[in-house]
């Protein structure tokens, strides 16, 4: 079915909890393992058929955030969303609970259950207020992104909208364009600053009443974190100080050179080539029938899945005024139809979101038949495995994107990915020393993200622009305001997919054939056994970051661009 004919119907909260409840003592009431798989059925598809009246809901506001009745929906669905997960919590106990578990979990595994334990330790009835608060406090964040319009060049731009500029070649235009989008962030810091502050103590608040020290031991049982800890996570960080950090300082050196400045601002990080970043060729219309010959000629299995998003108006990239932000990939389960979200802006960036969500978009369609429905939902360090991974496997087609820049692109692409782990470890660690330290003002957490810039990426000059040069750059990333702990997930997927990727390089079958047994799993393995079970080495171990270092160096020494 294509997405505009898809009806949103309002999941009605007492309804909805009234159906809830009937399907449970339907399967409490079951006498054998049998009823029990059909009762449990039944519960299922109502499930999916509630999450997707609340993803369809989320999706059309997102895409035009004025929608006053989307808006107004996207506020009823954060209020009643705490609730029903009173209704989802009692299912998971009934499950951990019910006498037939043994034959259930022999069916479908440990590790769902295993996860469905973690989720019990994360609600309870008294902290419904508090889910509500928090819920309102980031869709506020989200509507200030999405209506940002920042004056430029002659034109009234959004966040997106800015983008290119910052990649433009002429040094004077980008030092503007940061200029501007600078007086943007200024103006609205006390709002940012508020929200954060109250998203910091309404969390705080949550996991006091939980029983826990701080959110961060809570927010790691939120992400589902079924296999590391933050001790591991910390020894990560470490890792990534001690090997990938000081690659990226001598690349960085490099790119000053190349671009003739003695050091890198923050308009300059991006650029990496004088004459311009690598940019697509060809209208949005020409980029996806390059993208549907790809994923054709990729596999059967990538066609089919390409042409059924393309056929179901399941993509909506082009960037337009009061479009939120960012992109993202959402699963419309009711329909099997994952749903990609992006803004394009004409940079190599829009190339990057046609391989990254869609990577995530074709594990969610393989996994789509999967029983019960959160089997087809693999935590987030896996599912970014699906999207980092396939970024680089869409490698040899890049040419019909790129033409004659197609190994700029390469550069590029590798650059970004090798540059992108000191941030995102810093970004995880500043959230563990917000979270363990909730009573921090806002100009002291300005001075931990410019103390941890100096840490893992002394190589940045701020260029005197108040936004970064304050120590405000974490307010442009939407995950800390509204995924708190999810950063560190791309950084260990970013791991696994160069890992991946240096596979490919010498045997492409493997390396895609790797990746098919990695999306096949979907969350029937917990990050830790799935690498394992892969044959590759684990990110938690130093050696495996040096190798990735080493294999990333060598590259760039053999195809300097």
């Known amino acids: 079915m294509k997405f505009s004919q898809m009806k949103y119907i309002r999941p009605e909260l007492e309804e909805t909890k009234a159906k809830y409840n009937e399907l449970l003592e339907n399967f409490k009431a079951s006498k054998t ?89 994360t609600f309870s009835p008294a902290i419904i207020k508090d889910l509500q608060e928090e819920n309102e406090l980031t869709s506020k964040y989200d509507d200030l992104m999405a ?32 200029n501007a989008t600078s007086s943007w962030y200024m103006e609205q810091s006390d709002e940012l600053d508020d929200i954060f502050d109250k998203l910091v103590k309404v969390r705080t608040r949550i996991a006091k009443k939980l029983g826990y020290n701080s959110f961060t031991e809570l927010g790691y049982y939120r992400m589902t ?52 970043n690598p940019t697509p060729k060809g209208t949005p219309d020409e980029i996806f029938e390059h993208g549907k010959k790809m994923y054709a000629e990729l596999s059967d299995e990538t066609s089919e899945f390409f042409n059924f998003m393309i056929e179901n108006e399941l993509f909506d990239v082009l960037t337009r005024p009061n479009k939120q932000i960012g992109g993202y990939m959402d699963i419309i389960s009711l329909y099997k139809a994952p749903f990609v979200f992006a803004n394009f802006n004409g ?30 939902l693999a935590s987030d360090e896996i599912s970014e495995i699906h999207s980092m991974a396939m970024e680089f496997l869409t490698w040899p087609w890049m040419e019909g994107f790129f033409g004659e ?25 500043f959230q563990h020393l917000i979270y363990d330290n909730p009573e921090m003002t806002p100009s002291e957490r300005n001075d931990l993200w410019l103390s941890l810039e100096a840490k893992y990426r002394s190589w940045l000059d701020m260029g005197g622009i108040p936004f970064w040069a304050e120590g405000r750059r974490w307010q442009k990333q939407l995950h800390i305001y509204t995924d708190p702990f999810y950063y560190i997930d791309y950084c260990l997927a970013g791991v696994i997919a160069l890992n991946i990727w240096a596979l490919s390089q010498k045997d492409f079958n493997a390396a895609w054939a790797m990746y098919k047994r990695i999306v096949d799993f979907a ?32 590259w760039f020494d053999k195809n300097g661009v």
């Open 225 to 276: 974190r079924n296999c590391f800890d933050d001790k591991m996570a910390g020894k990560f960080r470490e890792g990534i100080l001690e090997h990938i950090a000081p690659l990226v300082t001598k690349l960085a050196e490099k790119q000053a050179n190349q671009l003739g400045v003695s050091s890198l601002t923050i308009y300059d990080f991006g650029l990496n080539f004088p004459d311009g």
């Open 33 to 121: 393992a049998e009823e029990a798989f059909a009762s449990y059925k039944e519960i299922d598809d109502y499930k999916k058929y509630v999450d997707s009246m609340f993803v369809i809901g989320e999706i059309r506001k997102t895409l035009n955030t004025k929608d006053e009745f989307y808006s107004a929906e996207q506020d009823y669905l954060d209020e009643i969303d705490p609730e029903l997960e009173e209704c989802t919590q009692e299912i998971s106990k009934a499950l951990l609970q019910s006498p037939f578990r043994k034959e259930l979990e022999q069916a479908w595994g440990s590790v769902l259950f295993t996860n469905l334990e973690i989720d019990l330790k």
């Open 147 to 178: 209506d940002a319009e920042i004056e430029f060049d002659g034109k009234t731009l959004n966040i997106s909208e800015m983008e290119p500029y910052f990649l433009n070649p002429d040094r004077e235009v980008r030092k503007a364009a940061a």
């Open 405 to 429: 820049d197609t190994k700029k692109y390469y550069h590029n692409h590798l650059y970004e990915a090798v540059k992108f782990l000191p941030y995102g470890v810093m970004v995880d660690e």
């Open 523 to 554: 969350a029937t393995k917990t990050f830790v056994d799935l690498v394992k079970d892969s044959g590759l080495p684990s990110p938690f171990e130093p050696d495996n970051l040096k190798l990735v270092a080493d294999m990333a160096l060598e």
């Open 347 to 376: 940079t190599a960036g829009d190339i990057d979101v046609l391989t990254h969500e869609a990577g995530h978009a074709y594990a969610g369609y393989v996994a789509n038949d999967l029983f019960p429905f959160e089997l087809q």
